[in-house]
């Protein structure tokens, strides 16, 4: 009596930020931490990495997303995996086109942590001849 998933769930990952995304088919709509797409990520240039993904899959969508960590930027770049990873088990097919694109690439750059003895991870302190 296994009742069939109504959605596509999958996880993105950019830097320290980290994104669960769930797919339905449907309407549109696309919100994030329970709040609309445009509150969430402010600036055109995030809305659009976070939709680029879905825009060229060409299928109609509803998209969750629950965010956390990292800055605004990450998260969007996460959702933006998270969506593409959600795609390729919805459809086979579509994971050489969103590969050549670069969106099922998990970006690894993080900060590096700070070492004892120096001001940042590499930064040395001031050197002084006396």
Do not use: C
């Amino acid at each position: 009596m296994s009742k069939e998933k109504q959605y596509i769930e999958a996880v993105g990952r950019r830097k320290t930020a980290v994104a669960r995304v769930r797919l339905t088919p449907g309407d549109g709509s696309f919100t994030v931490n329970g709040r609309e797409l445009t509150e969430y990520f402010p600036t055109s240039e995030l809305k659009k990495v976070a939709t680029e993904s879905l825009a060229l899959a060409g299928k109609s969508f509803s998209v969750s997303a629950k965010v956390l960590g990292g800055g605004i930027s990450a998260q969007s770049e996460a959702v933006r995996h998270g969506i593409a990873r959600a795609l390729t088990k919805w459809e086979a097919e579509m994971r050489p086109t969103l590969k050549k694109e670069g969106f099922l690439k998990r970006d690894p750059r993080m900060k590096e942590r700070k070492k004892f003895g120096l001001k940042k991870a590499r930064r040395a302190p001031q050197w002084s001849k006396r």
